[in-house]
């Protein structure tokens, strides 16, 4: 009317036009979004596209896709692919990083990875999600939940398998929800050499043996981890210098912490996974790399739309499927 107010068109109703682009275009410029700061996409369509667009409309889409993932994420669910091999285990793991925010400072995002795998151990496909910080991270383990429950359902014969390092927090959540508990081998391997350093100080290739029989004691043989807490305990008596003991105490003290979980060759007998790269990798893939950029602070909105983003397009064929859905 002429006196203004809201229009309702049908062709852009029917296209699924996303703010003011196509679905294709609004996907283009989300999927860049998620990889690159907002200038560095604004010039890669400028110079590869001749498209010259504004930094507000390639962040105003972003942020409404994101949304659009988010207000979903309850609604929509996404296959998983087609595997030859049967679903053996569903490993999965916690873990943090941080990065700056505008209002509080240098806080911790959360990331969660569970992944399948099959008879023979290998990967077959891993699903993420991510949460931006937040005290109590309450949000964060209700989706990793929900995601824990999806995953239980559709293959009711895995073994849920924990793999993380020592944080008491991530294992007060994973030990109800998996059948296995594994402390990620690389983690233990780093108390391992902290042990060799305070028993060995002056002698680097005793130090250095030492510590690679150890790790290939405690990865090899069946009590492995029982044998290596013996030993250090038995070493560390003539140990003198107060550094020193005070880092054995240390080691001693995560030994016997985590005894459980340090079962390594069982596990790996088994075919199950004992090292939490898949979450680690996660954790620098999904926020570090493109949230911890030289400079960079975010208000917790951007830092929203970022996992989003980036969660969705990492997950296996859930990006396709999330845009099949909105055309």
Same mark, same amino acid.
């Given at each position: ?7 309702? !068109? ?12 196509? /679905?294709?275009? +609004? ?9 690159l ?9 400028f ?7 504004s ?10 896709? +994101?949304a659009? &993932? ?10 998983? /692919?087609?595997?030859?091999?049967? !679903? ?8 943090g ?8 400072? *240098? ?11 099959d ?45 993380a ?39 680097d290739k ?25 030993? &250090?305990?038995?070493?560390a008596?003539? &140990? ?9 105490? +240390? ?13 390594y ?16 990798a ?23 739309? &970022? ?5 969705? +397009? ?8 999330f *845009?099949?859905?909105?055309?």
């Amino acid at each position: 009317g002429s006196e203004g107010g809201e229009t309702y !068109v049908p062709l852009e109703d029917r296209a699924r036009i996303v703010l003011t682009s196509t /679905p294709k275009f +609004a996907k283009i410029l989300s999927s860049k979004y998620s990889d690159l700061p907002v200038g560095g996409v604004v010039k890669d369509l400028f110079e590869n596209h001749s498209r010259k667009v504004s930094r507000s409309l390639v962040q105003d889409t972003s942020e409404y896709v +994101a949304a659009g &993932i988010m207000s979903k994420a309850e609604d929509w669910t996404y296959e998983l /692919p087609e595997f030859e091999e049967k !679903v053996a285990a569903i490993g999965m793991g916690i873990d943090g990083a941080m990065l700056n925010l505008r209002e509080e400072g *240098w806080r911790e995002g959360m990331v969660g990875s569970l992944t399948l795998y099959d008879k023979a151990g290998d990967r077959l496909t891993s699903v993420y999600l991510a949460a931006p910080p937040e005290y109590g991270k309450d949000k964060f383990l209700t989706a990793m939940d929900e995601k824990i429950r999806f995953l239980g359902e559709k293959f009711p014969d895995a073994t849920k398998v924990a793999v993380a390092d020592g944080a008491k927090c991530n294992w007060s959540f994973l030990n109800e929800r998996t059948d296995v508990q594994v402390l990620d081998f690389y983690h233990a391997t780093e108390y391992v050499t902290k042990a060799s350093e305070a028993l060995f100080p002056k002698f680097d290739k005793q130090q250095k043996d030492w510590c690679e029989q150890s790790c290939h004691k405690l990865k090899h043989n069946k009590n492995g981890a029982i044998s290596l807490l013996k030993e &250090i305990r038995e070493r560390a008596r003539n &140990i003198r210098v107060a550094s020193a003991r005070k880092t054995l105490s +240390a080691v001693i003290s995560y030994f016997k912490n985590n005894l459980q979980r340090m079962r390594y060759k069982e596990q790996a007998e088994k075919n199950l996974p004992i090292g939490s790269g898949v979450t680690e990798a996660a954790a620098k893939t999904i926020i570090k790399q493109r949230l911890c950029l030289s400079g960079m602070r975010w208000l917790k909105k951007g830092v929203h739309t &970022i996992l989003a983003l980036r969660t969705m +397009a990492q997950s296996g064929t859930n990006w396709t499927q999330f *845009w099949a859905k909105v055309s």
